[in-house]
Nanobody, 126 residues
Framework: QVQLVESGGGLVQAGGSLRLSCAASGINLRRYTMAWFRQAPGKEREFVSATSQRTGSTLYSDSVKGRFTISRDNAKNTVILQMDSLKPEDTAVYYC???????????????????WGQGTQVTVSS
């Protein structure tokens, strides 16, 4: 019933930008905390960014802070991840996730999210 579909991934040179989107169906994103995670080759999935449904506040991992921006487009029921100043170490599959009831301390954890997209590949060349 719930579907999250990521798009916008691709190949970009270091220093460039990409804009990822996560389109949701079956849920109203106004009522969900939304997050982005990523998984690089040979590494575990890691937290990237999140936006709270309760406060609208945003949260970023230290590795992307100042370079990535998460936002919502409520009219389109989507969440956006704007990625600037991309680095080769940003190369990964990026996943969108949604939670109907996550507390602040759980926002960085995969276990706090109920629904996941299939991912979109981001490749940053050196």
């Amino acid at each position: 019933q719930v579907q999250l579909v990521e798009s916008g991934g691709g190949l970009v040179q270091a220093g460039g930008s990409l804009r990822l989107s996560c389109a949701a169906s079956g849920i109203n994103l106004r009522r969900y905390t939304m997050a982005w995670f990523r998984q690089a080759p040979g590494k575990e999935r890691e937290f990237v960014s999140a936006t709270s449904q309760r406060t609208g506040s945003t949260l970023y991992s230290d590795s992307v802070k100042g370079r990535f921006t998460i936002s919502r487009d409520n009219a389109k029921n989507t969440v956006i991840l704007q990625m600037d100043s991309l680095k080769p170490e940003d190369t990964a599959v990026y996943y969108c996730a949604a939670s109907s009831g996550v507390i602040v301390s759980q926002m960085r954890s995969q276990s706090g999210y109920d629904n996941w997209g299939q991912g979109t590949q981001v490749t940053v060349s050196s």
